[in-house]
């Protein structure tokens, strides 16, 4: 049987054990599997009394989009926006949404989870069964009870013809850029940007007006101990490196689903274990002290840096700064060197 690595994963200078690819039937029975588990567990969680996960308001988004109306400008807790804040995501997200919009809300959850997480499932797979325990993550579990984006950002990271899923979530969607640069994930992102401003011009600047009321979303190189992640700039010629580089820079919520992609960064079945079992510690401890609190939502940030950046960060720092780059990427290196050296030159004379 042919021996692969991940896409993006695999670099120069790594002695690895030989990874063999699991049978094709092996991989799509554990993609469909966990599409399932992941649609019947969202229904059960969206149809909750009382239930108000963030799928629900780009969801909102996009069925009022059908009726007409811009969703950036409602009144809160409105018949019409039923929300006690505005729309925070942009209109990709709606847009994209549109297709499950004449679902009951439950239904259209599970699809939606339950797409995302097949896709992903079929992805990692490739290199190996092991890389499943992702699916067993307080990131995963918090991704389908609330709906979220970052299992298919994931997606998009890995396979550059679903790049455009990036601008669905622009923050995390940056670190899956960053993580395999690609002109046909940028086009892509391109052309959903071109379709929105189509759809409703004014979106950008809508969205911006809300987001700067936006608060809990720092990034956590901001947060106490954080500037420790710039470490892995020593290794930026790795995509995983990237990855977590990114990931450090950008806002976020420190809740455990927006940090799903870095289950991207372990390369063995050792490093997977390893990270699953200290990010479950983590947030086993948070759960314990803080899920009868009101503040258990921010209280989560200190669970998330140290349970799960930090190990990325030992992870990347463990292997050599060696990496293939994109062909147009290496040749623009290659031209600021020789602009730099020129420029030393040029003042040395």
Known sequence: M???ALPGVA??????????????????????????????FTA???????????????????RLMLSGANPYHLPLSSAAWPFDEPLYYPLPAAILTIPLAWLSLPLAGALFMGISGGLLAWLVSRDGLWRLWLFGTASYFMACKVGQWSPLIAVGALLPAAGFLAAMKPNLGLAALAYRPSWRAMLGCAAVGLVSFAVLPSWLTDWHANTTALVGHSPPILTFGGPILLLALLRWRRPEARLLLVMACVPQL????????????PRTRREMNAF?????AACFVWYVRWASNPAYVLAAEPYVFWGTYIPCLVLVLRRPNEGELPDWIERLLRAMRSRAARVVRVRGV
């Not at 120069?12 to 019947?40: K, M």
């Open 44 to 62: 059960f969680v969206f149809a909750r009394p009382g239930a108000a996960p963030d799928f629900a308001v780009w969801y909102h988004g996009a």
């Open 254 to 265: 420190l809740f455990w689903a927006d940090q799903l992609p870095l289950f991207l960064i």
């Open 2 to 4: 042919a021996t692969v």
């Open 11 to 40: 670099a120069t200078g790594d002695i690895l054990a030989p990874r063999v690819e699991p049978s094709r039937r092996a991989r799509i029975i554990a993609a469909l599997a966990i599409g399932l588990a992941s649609a019947l």
């Open 276 to 280: 699953f079992l200290i990010n479950s």
